[in-house]
């Protein structure tokens, strides 16, 4: 009932604007990743780019402009004469070997709320093998709290513009439910960034076999906060890279006759309309939207948020990205202000990327640093908001593997999962028993 009448509502905005036909199925067969040298010219560049048919990776453009172009705009790309590397040869082999895309209509399709849904058998490493479907994270979540029942519950915060539920879980300790400050975990706001699911269930996972098995830093953990974590806070957006477009990155919200989605991470109502680090035009990857926070996902997870904020505070808020190998503290609006607390978040996560470089053989590096420096102008984005709204002591954004577009940036292996998963427990072990 529920949905039916979620659908009433959204139907009058559908038929207002022309749906635009964005259903045909992208392979990137033949697409080169490259990676252009700037030198200080990114934005001169990146307009001559946007007469290709091509997909930009990042935008911080001020060295490098990473891209995935499409073969018969390859001639044009080289007639350019621009400095560059090649970083994939054929991305769309690329993605036939991570394995997770299989096309069909990615539709506006609901599941069953995850009450629906029966547990299955508790579920085990073999999980993160593989990158999985939407439903099938649904189904994870529902087993995992099956085996966790007195100290856990599933949590669904809201739904997206298509219907689809954003589901989580509530993970607590001795004190019993909603008696300490919050962390809370965000994962998949951009939709191609499927590592952040799969990482942010690692952790899930870890902490509830941890203290299951009595583990005694794992009890002081969860003894210590409530835990609240939503693997995939962009349903729509991301059905749609697993059915449709691998690359794709927003929303699927229906804006104009032409153009589709808004970058959730640019929505956020906190100095939503400071120039420079959001677009307004609705066809561009950070589209911010008509007003602060006037997406469905965004408003479910504002709400959400604020009701920790009322309850006992949020102690930790982590947005998981990917790529680039970052620890990035607030601000993304203002490269000029710093948080009150930088210190300790800048000591907190020099740790934490210490514990990374620990955790295996390969020494993997992690680069802590405030957003707006470190990378780009970002307006309207999630830690900022967590920060100077939410009161969150400690608000990061961290960007997962690769380091670079080299490394097939999005499309991260599935062998690498395990090996993120674990160096980013060693990097949250150190966080929430020092923080
Ligand atoms: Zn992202």
């Given at each position: 009932m529920k949905v039916l009448a979620l659908f009433s509502l959204i139907a009058p905005l559908a038929s207002a604007v022309v749906i635009?036909?964005?259903?045909?199925?992208?392979?990137?067969?033949?697409?080169?990743?490259?990676?252009?040298?700037?030198?200080?010219?990114?934005?001169?560049?990146?307009?001559?780019?946007?007469?290709?048919?091509?997909v930009q990776y990042n935008f911080d453009t001020q060295e490098r402009i990473e891209i995935a172009i499409a073969p018969e705009d390859l001639r044009k790309f080289e007639k350019m004469k621009l400095e560059y590397e090649v970083l994939d040869e054929d991305l769309g082999a690329s993605i036939v070997a991570e394995g997770g895309f299989s096309p069909g209509s990615a539709g506006r399709k609901t599941i069953s709320s995850l009450n629906e849904l029966t547990p299955a058998a508790f579920p085990d490493l073999t999980w993160f093998n593989a990158y999985q479907t939407f439903e099938k994270h649904q189904q994870w979540l529902v087993d995992i709290q099956s085996g966790f029942p007195e100290n856990s519950e599933l949590i669904e915060v809201g739904r997206s513009y298509e219907g689809r539920p954003i589901n989580g879980i509530h993970l607590w300790g001795k004190g019993g439910k909603d008696s300490k400050p919050a962390v809370l975990w965000h994962g998949t706001v951009h939709a191609r960034e499927w590592i952040s699911a799969m990482v942010v269930e690692y952790l899930t996972y870890n902490l509830i076999t941890g203290y299951s098995l009595n583990d005694t830093q794992v009890h002081s953990i969860l003894d210590n906060y409530d835990f609240y974590i939503l693997p995939v806070v962009n349903p729509d957006g991301f059905v749609y890279t697993q059915k449709t477009n691998r690359l794709w990155r927003k929303s699927r919200q229906v804006r104009s006759s032409s153009c589709i989605g808004t970058d959730i991470n640019r929505n956020w109502p906190f100095k939503w309309d400071t120039p420079g680090g959001s677009s307004k035009n609705a066809c561009d990857e950070t589209y911010r939207g008509e007003?602060?926070?006037?997406?469905?996902?965004?408003?479910?997870?504002?709400?959400?948020?604020?009701?920790?904020?009322?309850?006992?505070?949020?102690?930790?808020?982590?947005?998981?990205?990917?790529?680039?190998?970052?620890?990035?503290?607030?601000?993304?609006?203002?490269?000029?202000?710093?948080?009150?607390?930088?210190?300790?978040?800048?000591?907190?996560?020099?740790?934490?990327?210490?514990?990374?470089?620990?955790?295996?053989?390969a020494k993997t590096r992690f680069k802590p640093g405030a957003t707006c420096p470190s990378l780009y102008k970002a307006v309207g984005g999630s830690t900022d908001w967590m920060q100077d709204v939410g009161k969150a002591e400690i608000s990061w954004c961290i960007e997962l593997r690769p380091s670079g577009g080299g490394g097939n940036g999005f499309i991260l292996p599935a062998n690498q999962i395990k090996p993120s998963g674990e160096e980013m427990w060693q990097g949250m072990l150190h966080l929430l028993t020092t923080m």
């Open positions: 635009p036909d964005t259903d045909k199925v992208i392979t990137y067969d033949g697409y080169r990743v490259v990676r252009i040298a700037t030198h200080g010219r990114g934005q001169a560049i990146e307009k001559r780019l946007k007469t290709l048919n091509a007003a602060a926070g006037d997406t469905p996902e965004n408003t479910a997870l504002t709400k959400h948020a604020e009701t920790l904020v009322a309850n006992k505070g949020i102690k930790l808020y982590i947005d998981w990205h990917s790529f680039s190998q970052l620890i990035l503290l607030p601000y993304g609006y203002d490269c000029n202000r710093q948080v009150d607390n930088y210190e300790r978040q800048m000591s907190l996560a020099n740790g934490v990327a210490s514990a990374i470089a620990g955790a295996s053989s």
